[in-house]
């Protein structure tokens, strides 16, 4: 068997390197003699030929040690069969042409059954080194990826504290003091995307745990203005959230970088107010984001959840299509739901429907 298309990795599960030639031979022989020794036993004891054995035998030889052993096997348990079995004993002749037709027969079938053996073999041997390909790629990306976080964020993250300092310090020329502001904002949005690609193999790898906590909407809000605040406009931002909503039984990091997400999109693809607002509704937490910017196109709208998609005209802003995939995501991991509505040229709607956290249950009367 050859090693699959592109793998470097060696077949090292492959069985034929565990048995070789002249010890694959030996075993087939080996494996029909224990056969032969296991049916002549069984024959008494039954009273008629009983030959599972023998198949279990082949089956066993060509598991171990490939096809060709188990065509061997076959062949001698029959020759021995036949020549020491079958009357007259201790020579080659068939009673008859039924003798004969059944020894073929059974010869045949072994066959069959060495091939099948066989090729599980293969499969088998196939599977695995497939599988060690693929452990490989995936450790090779979690590798990257790590290498990405840590050693190219902390210079990101000097750059960013530099420009905030030029930015703020006194006396800095108002032209410098806007591009320190550039550059600070351009280094935010390529952390972002470090940590979406990050967040992505997190999330696909099983390797995010939700910890649950109740939390009030407005907490994570109150966040995510202050993690935002500074780097995108927020004085666009209008929160019109009701005081009196059921708190969220959620893992607030996670909802929040939810809202992150929407929020900072629903600035980057609109210039005008963004507002957020939020309902209960039939057990539920409705959370809405609305932009009246470009809006998404009937064409886009289905695929704008999934990853890597941007529509057409996204491309000219920096992003990777992989927020809304992130959110979906950890949203559903809530077991929530999220949706966009959008007409273009008047803007987008995107909601996310959290179930509400249950209500404490009442103290027992001894307990108050
Ligand atoms: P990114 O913004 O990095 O491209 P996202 O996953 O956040 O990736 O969004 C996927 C795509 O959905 C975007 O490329 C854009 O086409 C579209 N999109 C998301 N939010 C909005 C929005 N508020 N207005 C218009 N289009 C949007």
Known sequence: ?????????????????????????????????????????????????????????????????????????????????????????????????????????????????????????????????????????????????????????????????????????????????????????????????????VKVVALESGQVVLERAPVELHALLDHVRERLGGVLPMERVEVQVPRDLPRLHVDPPRLERVLVNLVSNALKYSEGPVTIDAASRDGEVVVSVRDRGTGIGPEDLPHIFQKYYRAGDARQREGLGLGLYISRLLVEAHGGRIWAESTPGQGSTFHVAIPAAPAPAPAHPAHR
């Open 1 to 197: 068997m050859r090693a699959p298309t592109g793998a470097s990795v060696p077949l090292i599960d492959d069985p034929r390197r565990v048995v070789r030639l002249p010890s694959r031979l030996a075993l087939a022989v080996l494996i029909a003699v224990a056969a032969l020794g296991a049916v002549s036993a069984l024959e008494p004891l039954l009273g008629r030929p009983y030959y599972f054995p023998a198949f279990a035998g082949i089956v066993l030889s060509a598991v171990l040690a490939g096809r060709r052993a188990g065509l061997v096997t076959t062949l001698v348990f029959t020759a021995a069969y036949a020549y020491w079995f079958l009357d007259p004993r201790g020579h080659f002749a068939m009673k008859g042409p039924h003798e004969s037709a059944a020894l073929a027969a059974y010869t045949v079938t072994g066959f069959f059954v060495a091939w099948v053996g066989g090729t599980l073999r293969t499969l088998y041997a196939r599977v695995r080194s497939e599988h060690r390909l693929l452990e490989t790629t995936v450790s090779q990306r979690e590798d990257i990826l790590r290498a990405l976080t840590h050693d190219v964020r902390s210079p990101l993250n000097a750059i960013a504290m530099h420009a905030a300092l030029l930015e703020r310090a006194e006396g800095t020329d108002p032209g410098v003091a806007r591009r320190a502001r550039a550059i600070r904002t351009s280094v935010v949005a390529i952390d972002v995307m470090l940590q979406d690609l």
